[in-house]
């Protein structure tokens, strides 16, 4: 039987640090599972995506005020 794919649409900044979070995530855990670096690497540039994507959002805060809060940075 063959696997359906999922389609993941992003359309905001907050959509593509959702996106390459968990992906950082899933990565993470497969290489603690091979010890593979190729994934942990990979791993490690999806979440430096996301805190770039971050880093956008605070200054488009800075600017706007806009979001008031970014769950990303939370605690």
């Known amino acids: ?3 359906t794919a999922t389609v993941v649409k992003t359309t905001t900044v907050t959509d593509v ?3 390459t979070t968990e992906i950082g995530d899933k990565l993470t855990s497969q290489f603690e599972k091979t010890g593979d670096l190729k994934v ?3 791993g490690l540039d999806a979440y430096k995506t ?3 994507g971050s ?3 605070l200054i488009y805060k800075k600017l706007t005020g ?3 809060s970014i769950p ?3 605690d």
């Open 17 to 19: 640090i959702k996106v």
């Open 40 to 42: 942990v690497s990979a």
């Open 1 to 3: 039987m063959a696997k």
């Open 66 to 68: 806009k979001p008031t």
């Open 55 to 57: 880093k956008a959002q």
């Open 72 to 74: 990303f940075l939370e």
């Open 50 to 52: 996301a805190i770039s």
